[in-house]
């Protein structure tokens, strides 16, 4: 079974930048589809990018397109989250995951959906402050 630990977040200013890691043991994180998510307190956990087993597709929630990039580094068995112009409403726990249906291309999975993936991490924080 993979673990997943989080990495790399922390307080930055408005429009600042962050990379954040997401580091695989016990299995390798080179075979799995991987997405990021975040939440806030009281809110659902969000969608935020997600890259395929493979890295040759990577998808966005509207909101980060164009400011952040999801990438893997199978080499260093690693996905990161490069997230450049920070906006105060970027401030949550950011947390990695890994997704068993979408590594194998199950019907019906979702890249945006957090119930189909399987394996999460347990989050780093991530603030912007205005």
């Known amino acids: 079974q993979v673990q997943l630990v989080e990495s790399g977040g922390g307080w930055v200013q408005d429009g600042g930048s962050l990379r954040l890691a997401c580091a695989a043991s016990g299995r390798t994180i080179g075979s799995k589809a991987t997405g990021w998510f975040r939440q806030t307190p009281g809110k659902e956990r969000e969608y935020v990018a997600y890259?395929?087993?493979?890295?040759?597709?990577?998808t966005y929630t509207d909101s980060v397109k164009g400011r952040f990039t999801i990438s893997r580094d199978s080499a260093k068995n690693t996905v990161y989250l490069q997230m450049n112009s920070l906006k105060p409403e970027d401030t949550a726990v950011y947390y990695c995951a890994t997704s068993d249906k979408l590594s194998y291309g199950w019907a019906g999975a979702s890249d945006a959906n957090a119930l189909d993936y399987n394996v999460w991490g347990r989050g780093t924080q991530v603030t912007v402050s205005s």
């Open positions: 890259i395929s087993r493979t890295g040759d597709r990577t």
